[in-house]
């Protein structure tokens, strides 16, 4: 029988989902591929290969999860920073900042190696909730901010974040890119 590493069967079980999960990540941020063999996963998270089909049916819906859950823990952060302020430009330069912070620590990467391959179909769905559940609270605050068409401009919004993302990947400063990426939606948005 299986040993129980938390105070409760509920807790163990949601230990062990979060272990495989980040295995997920780490295996697709380190091979550049989300094509997961389970018994990678199995053995990074330190768990039978069985095991994890007690927790997901395939691989697919084992890559669906990894990216549904750190989409859902973007989400969290970003709003964490966003929500306090209070005019919407300030929110608006809150949700670059708090973007670009994360970026800078990495959380971005499983995004990228999923974004340019194929998404299991059962991502889809999730995936585009989890999107704009992950911009709203910069699509409010363009909308706060009488912006038309708050929806596309948060599109365009998160272009620009995505290029200083690369640039801070490719080794430009945080903090330049950042100041350089407010100013630049905040002249097109005129706001500035």
Known sequence: MPRITAPTLVEHRERQRAALLDAVEEIVIETGSTRVMVSDVAARAGLARSSVYEYFGSPSALLAAAVVDRMQRWSTDVAAHVNPAGAPAER??????????????????????????????????????????MTAPLTLALADARIAEPSRAADLILGVIQSATTRIDQGASRGSETDAAIAFVMRALDLD
Not at 92 to 112: D, N, T, V
Request: aromatic share 10%; glycine share 8%; charged share 30%.
């Open 92 to 133: 608006i330069e809150m949700f670059i900042r708090a973007s670009l912070e994360l970026a800078a620590k990495g959380a971005h990467r499983l995004g990228r190696v999923v974004r340019f391959s194929e998404m299991p179909p059962e991502c889809s769905e999730a995936v585009f909730g989890m999107y704009r559940e």
